[in-house]
Nanobody, 114 residues
Framework: EVQLVESGGGLVQPGGSLRLSCAAS????????MSWVRQAPGKGPEWVSD????????YYADSVKGRFTISRDNAKNTLYLQMNSLKPEDTAVYYC???????WGQGTQVTVSS
Protein backbone atom coordinates (compact mmCIF):
# COMPACT_ATOMS: atom_id res chain seq x y z
CA GLU A 1 0.00 0.00 0.00
CA VAL A 2 1.40 3.37 -1.06
CA GLN A 3 1.51 5.90 1.77
CA LEU A 4 2.77 9.48 2.08
CA VAL A 5 2.45 10.95 5.57
CA GLU A 6 3.27 14.62 6.19
CA SER A 7 4.21 16.00 9.61
CA GLY A 8 5.77 19.07 11.19
CA GLY A 9 3.08 21.66 10.57
CA GLY A 10 1.79 24.03 13.21
CA LEU A 11 1.33 27.64 14.25
CA VAL A 12 4.29 29.98 13.82
CA GLN A 13 4.81 33.76 13.94
CA PRO A 14 5.81 35.75 10.85
CA GLY A 15 9.55 35.47 10.33
CA GLY A 16 9.68 32.08 12.00
CA SER A 17 10.67 28.68 10.64
CA LEU A 18 9.22 25.19 10.30
CA ARG A 19 10.54 21.94 8.87
CA LEU A 20 8.02 19.63 7.23
CA SER A 21 8.64 15.92 6.73
CA CYS A 22 6.97 13.39 4.46
CA ALA A 23 7.43 9.70 5.24
CA ALA A 24 6.99 7.44 2.22
CA SER A 25 6.25 3.73 2.07
CA UNK A 26 4.82 1.11 -0.27
CA UNK A 27 6.82 2.14 -3.35
CA UNK A 28 10.41 2.65 -4.48
CA UNK A 29 10.84 6.17 -3.12
CA UNK A 30 14.33 6.63 -4.54
CA UNK A 31 13.04 6.16 -8.09
CA UNK A 32 10.50 9.00 -7.94
CA UNK A 33 10.76 12.73 -8.42
CA MET A 34 8.82 14.42 -5.61
CA SER A 35 6.86 17.64 -5.07
CA TRP A 36 5.44 19.87 -2.37
CA VAL A 37 2.07 21.49 -3.12
CA ARG A 38 0.03 23.78 -0.87
CA GLN A 39 -3.58 24.95 -0.73
CA ALA A 40 -4.60 28.12 1.09
CA PRO A 41 -8.14 28.55 2.44
CA GLY A 42 -10.59 29.22 -0.38
CA LYS A 43 -7.94 28.87 -3.08
CA GLY A 44 -6.81 26.21 -5.51
CA PRO A 45 -3.65 24.12 -5.17
CA GLU A 46 -0.34 25.92 -5.68
CA TRP A 47 2.87 24.16 -6.65
CA VAL A 48 5.69 24.97 -4.23
CA SER A 49 8.77 22.90 -5.04
CA ASP A 50 10.16 19.86 -6.89
CA UNK A 51 13.15 17.62 -6.33
CA UNK A 52 14.45 14.92 -8.66
CA UNK A 53 14.84 11.31 -7.60
CA UNK A 54 18.50 11.60 -6.63
CA UNK A 55 18.10 14.95 -4.89
CA UNK A 56 20.56 16.82 -7.09
CA UNK A 57 18.08 19.08 -8.88
CA UNK A 58 15.58 21.35 -7.12
CA TYR A 59 12.97 23.85 -8.31
CA TYR A 60 10.92 26.49 -6.49
CA ALA A 61 7.94 28.71 -7.07
CA ASP A 62 8.88 32.39 -7.19
CA SER A 63 6.78 33.01 -4.08
CA VAL A 64 9.06 30.83 -1.91
CA LYS A 65 12.43 31.07 -3.67
CA GLY A 66 15.21 32.00 -1.27
CA ARG A 67 13.13 31.10 1.79
CA PHE A 68 12.27 27.40 1.36
CA THR A 69 14.60 24.44 0.79
CA ILE A 70 13.47 21.03 -0.45
CA SER A 71 15.60 17.97 0.30
CA ARG A 72 15.32 14.21 0.64
CA ASP A 73 16.95 11.26 2.36
CA ASN A 74 16.36 8.21 0.18
CA ALA A 75 17.86 5.86 2.77
CA LYS A 76 15.11 6.98 5.16
CA ASN A 77 12.38 7.24 2.50
CA THR A 78 11.72 10.80 3.64
CA LEU A 79 11.12 14.13 1.88
CA TYR A 80 11.66 17.46 3.67
CA LEU A 81 10.70 21.10 3.27
CA GLN A 82 12.63 23.62 5.36
CA MET A 83 10.62 26.86 5.55
CA ASN A 84 12.31 30.04 6.79
CA SER A 85 11.21 33.68 6.98
CA LEU A 86 7.60 32.60 6.96
CA LYS A 87 4.89 35.04 5.90
CA PRO A 88 1.13 35.05 6.57
CA GLU A 89 0.67 34.31 2.85
CA ASP A 90 2.35 30.93 3.44
CA THR A 91 -0.63 29.79 5.52
CA ALA A 92 -1.98 26.65 3.83
CA VAL A 93 -2.30 22.91 4.00
CA TYR A 94 0.96 21.47 2.67
CA TYR A 95 0.99 18.20 0.75
CA CYS A 96 3.79 16.00 -0.49
CA UNK A 97 3.21 14.11 -3.72
CA UNK A 98 4.99 12.18 -6.40
CA UNK A 99 6.01 14.49 -9.23
CA UNK A 100 3.18 13.47 -11.57
CA UNK A 101 0.64 13.71 -8.72
CA UNK A 102 -0.45 10.08 -8.81
CA UNK A 103 0.10 9.77 -5.04
CA TRP A 104 -0.60 12.36 -2.33
CA GLY A 105 -0.30 12.58 1.42
CA GLN A 106 -3.07 13.72 3.75
CA GLY A 107 -1.52 17.15 4.27
CA THR A 108 -0.28 19.11 7.27
CA GLN A 109 -1.58 22.53 8.33
CA VAL A 110 0.82 25.48 8.46
CA THR A 111 -0.51 28.70 9.99
CA VAL A 112 1.61 31.86 10.03
CA SER A 113 0.05 34.50 12.27
CA SER A 114 0.75 36.96 15.06
Amino acid sequence: EVQLVESGGGLVQPGGSLRLSCAASGFTFGSYDMSWVRQAPGKGPEWVSDINNGGGSTYYADSVKGRFTISRDNAKNTLYLQMNSLKPEDTAVYYCATRLYDYWGQGTQVTVSS
